[in-house]
């Protein structure tokens, strides 16, 4: 069974940092875009960030020149490097990854998430 299991979350202090972690498990044939969403309280879920399996990245405009996703293809994992963090970054963090279990069937994952609180 393929999972996403996040790890990372936490309270910190406005201007501070966070690193969020993101490992897939089970048996599958591989994996394309990788990506963390957010979602607020009383928000819908939201982008913050995506790489594709060729390390090109993508950014929500609310989060460029703070946060920094980066993957290791062969452990599966992604990561969020998350600095300068401000009161309305407090979320639930999602793990989403493309994951497919042929070369001709894919489906899209979530992990559980994390929770960020950043408050002082």
């Known amino acids: 069974q393929v999972q996403l299991v996040e790890s990372g979350g936490g309270l910190v202090q406005p201007g501070g940092s966070l690193r969020l972690s993101c490992a897939a498990s089970?048996?599958?044939?591989?994996?394309?875009?990788m990506g963390w969403y957010r979602q607020a309280p009383g928000k819908e879920r939201e982008l913050v960030a995506k790489?594709?399996?060729?390390?090109?990245?993508n950014y929500a405009d609310f989060v460029k020149g703070r946060f920094t996703i980066s993957r290791d293809n062969a452990k599966n994992t992604v990561d969020l490097q998350m600095n300068s963090l401000k009161p309305e970054d407090t979320a639930v963090y999602y793990c989403?990854?493309?994951?497919?279990?042929?070369?001709?069937?894919?489906?899209?994952?979530w992990g559980k998430g994390t929770l960020v609180t950043v408050s002082s």
């Open positions: 989403n990854a493309d994951i497919w279990s042929s070369r001709w069937y894919g489906m899209d994952y």
């Open positions: 089970g048996s599958f044939f591989s994996i394309t875009d």
């Open positions: 790489i594709t399996d060729d390390h090109n990245t």
